[in-house]
């Protein structure tokens, strides 16, 4: 299994970005993607997670402003980021499994396949 992020980049702070993830070489049935972030001198934090049975998951401070989708018919998941902050500045990794326990409780623990990441830089 492959998975490679793309869209990040360098906006101001009000501003949107798309990041797309593509997953190569899946072929589980069910699934379980989501989107993490580190910022420097930070711990890996989640961001938003989807899986197959439409359960959805968002990082408190993202509430409101991300949204977490999946193509039907490819293996992509998107995240789209409104109103950014500097605060969301960081890398954004995609990770990939066949299935994630409670949504309360996911985690990096959840996921065996990741990206390199894409950078995401807000600046006020």
């Known amino acids: 299994v492959q998975v490679a992020e793309s869209g990040g980049g360098s906006v101001q702070a009000g501003g949107s970005l798309r990041l797309s993830c593509e997953v190569s070489?899946?072929?589980?049935?069910?699934?379980?993607m989501g989107w993490f972030r580190q910022a420097p001198g930070k711990e890996r934090e989640m961001v938003a997670v989807?899986?197959?049975?439409?359960?959805?998951t968002y990082g408190d401070s993202v509430k409101g402003r991300f949204t977490i989708s999946k193509d039907r018919t490819q293996n992509t998941l998107y995240l789209q980021m409104n109103s950014l902050k500097p605060d969301d500045t960081g890398m954004y990794y995609c990770?990939?499994?066949?299935?994630?326990?409670?949504?309360?409780?996911?985690?990096?623990?959840?996921?065996?396949?990741w990206g390199q990441g894409t950078q995401v830089t807000v600046s006020s």
């Open positions: 070489g899946y072929t589980y049935s069910t699934w379980c």
């Open positions: 989807r899986d197959s049975r439409t359960r959805t």
């Open positions: 990770a990939a499994d066949r299935e994630c326990g409670p949504m309360g409780w996911v985690s990096e623990a959840d996921f065996n396949y």
